[in-house]
């Protein structure tokens, strides 16, 4: 099974902060990983999908890249709506998936 | 739009049965891979199952093999995951998502299992 190892768990930022969420899978995954921004009683949101293009909709501050088993997630100006929780899930596999942990985007 | 729509989840005491549905829209349902997604309450994601489109072929996760069916019926754009001898560590949101050019998820239906 692939496992992927998401850091970190928590991070303080402020508003204008750029943040880096990283995201490591234990064998190579190709490009087939996407990103998710969750709030409390939401279902996940999809950011980024095949490592690194954005999802329709989603603000250019937000990108991704990597591509074998390192990736990340950027958001390049912090803004009061992206605090949340934030996964990222591997699909190498297509039909059985695995989740990084979460990082939790608080405030500083 | 695309839209997912999960129903079926309630209450159910340990040991028993629920079955969950989602119904799907906006989109060629049957050349889809669908999958169910839960997560309990204060915790990460978690895979659960998924379905090939059109030959059926299903996946399950350890912790649910056996217990839990995934099956759908493309003449009604519906997926379904038929939960037995459910267990606390059952409870759950139960979202259904699906995979195409990107990923697709609907909005949950809360599992409960307790006594």
């Known amino acids: 099974d692939i496992q992927m190892t998401q850091s970190p768990s928590t991070l303080s930022a402020s508003v204008g902060d750029r943040v880096t969420i990283t995201c490591r899978a234990s064998?190579?995954?190709?490009?087939?990983l996407a990103w998710y921004q969750q709030k409390p009683g939401k279902a996940p949101k999809l950011l980024i999908y095949?490592?690194?293009t954005l999802e329709s909709g989603v603000p250019s501050r937000f990108s991704g890249s990597g591509s074998g088993t390192e990736f990340t997630l950027t958001i390049s100006s912090l803004q009061p709506d992206d605090f949340a929780t934030y996964y990222c899930?591997?699909?190498?596999?297509?039909?059985?998936?695995?989740f990084g942990q979460g990082t939790k985007v608080e405030i500083k | 739009e695309v839209q997912l729509l999960e129903s079926g989840g309630g209450l159910v005491q340990p040991g028993g049965s629920l079955r969950l549905s989602c119904v799907a829209s906006?989109?060629?349902?049957?050349?889809?891979?669908m999958s169910w997604v839960r997560q309990a309450p204060g915790k990460g994601l978690e895979w659960v199952s998924a379905?090939?489109?059109?030959?059926?072929?299903?996946y399950y996760a350890d912790s649910v093999k056996g217990r839990f069916t995934i099956s759908r019926d493309n003449s009604k754009n519906t997926l379904f995951l038929q939960m037995n001898s459910l267990r606390a560590e059952d409870t759950a949101i139960y979202y259904c998502?699906?995979?195409?050019?990107?990923?697709?998820w609907g909005q949950g239906t809360l599992v409960t299992v307790s006594s």
């Open positions: 998502a699906g995979l195409g050019a990107t990923i697709f």
């Open positions: 095949k490592a690194s």
């Open positions: 899930q591997q699909y190498n596999t297509y039909f059985t998936w695995t």
């Open positions: 906006g989109f060629t349902f049957s050349t889809y891979a």
């Open positions: 064998q190579s995954i190709s490009s087939w």
């Open positions: 379905i090939s489109g059109s030959r059926g072929n299903t």
